[in-house]
Antibody, heavy 123, light 108 residues
Framework: QLQLQESGPGLVPPSETLSLTCAVS??????????WGWMRQTPGKGLEWIGS???????YYHPSHKGRVNISVDTSNNQFSLEVPSVTAADTADYYC???????????????WGQGILVTVSS | EIVLTQSPGTLSSSPGERVTLSCRAS???????LAWYQQKRGQAPRLLIF???TRATGIPDRFSGSGSGTDFTLTIDGLEPEDFAVYFC?????????FGQGTKLDIK
């Protein structure tokens, strides 16, 4: 059964880099037909797609995050990661990793979701 | 980007009743590329419907989706106690992917 699990620090000081990892179990990312993605959710902006990555490393980003965030894949450890540099309070959110449903598509519906991790930007 | 507006913001209902949630798009949603999710307090969203009307694996048939173009609905026919949650719609036909702000379904 496919499962995703986020990990990383729950508290990040302003101007530092937010780094999260999503461990995938039940299926191998390497050679998978699917993209893998990151989402975040805040009370103010709601649910937001950040970006998606393929096992080759090819990635797509929401225009508002492109040029700032980086999503990478580590097939040897069957995981993928999110890095958000120079964080501010606006980056405080629940972050979720997801599989992008539908083969070969970086944008689609999302299933399943990881349980999520709350990241607070504060000193 | 396509803006999805969900209504009502909050809906109060009782177990056993039938409810309809609305999701209206600011632009045409290509090929019915719309999904619905359920989110319970403290949990991640769970996929209910994709392709506007196809139930995801394991989703009970009391959940149904319909619509096309700019107007979509999620109907729950015969509410169960576990159905009281927040529901989101999402379009994936035009990048960037966007979500509605959610409809909270609570117990009357």
């Amino acid at each position: 059964q496919l499962q995703l699990q986020e990990s990383g620090p729950g508290l990040v000081p302003p101007s530092e880099t937010l780094s999260l990892t999503c461990a995938v179990s039940g299926v191998s990312i390497d050679g998978s037909d699917y993209y893998w993605g990151w989402m975040r959710q805040t009370p103010g902006k709601g649910l937001e797609w950040i970006g998606s990555v393929y096992f080759t490393g090819k990635s797509y980003y929401h225009p508002s995050h492109k040029g700032r965030v980086n999503i990478s894949v580590d097939t040897s450890n069957n995981q993928f990661s999110l890095e958000v540099p120079s964080v501010t309070a606006a980056d405080t959110a629940d972050y979720y990793c997801v599989r992008v449903a539908g083969a070969y598509s970086p944008v689609n519906w999302f299933d399943p979701w990881g349980q999520g991790i709350l990241v607070t930007v504060s000193s | 980007e396509i803006v999805l507006t969900q209504s009502p913001g909050t809906l109060s209902s009782s177990p056993g009743e039938r409810v309809t949630l609305s999701c209206r798009a600011s632009e045409f949603v290509i090929t019915k590329n719309l999904a619905w999710y359920q989110q319970k307090r403290g949990q991640a969203p769970r996929l209910l419907i994709f392709g506007a009307s196809t139930r995801a694996t394991g989703i009970p048939d009391r959940f149904s989706g319909s619509g096309s173009g700019t107007d979509f609905t999620l109907t729950i026919d015969g509410l169960e106690p576990e159905d009281f949650a927040v529901y989101f719609c999402q379009q994936y036909g035009t990048s960037p992917i966007t979500f509605g702000q959610g409809t909270k379904l609570d117990i009357k």
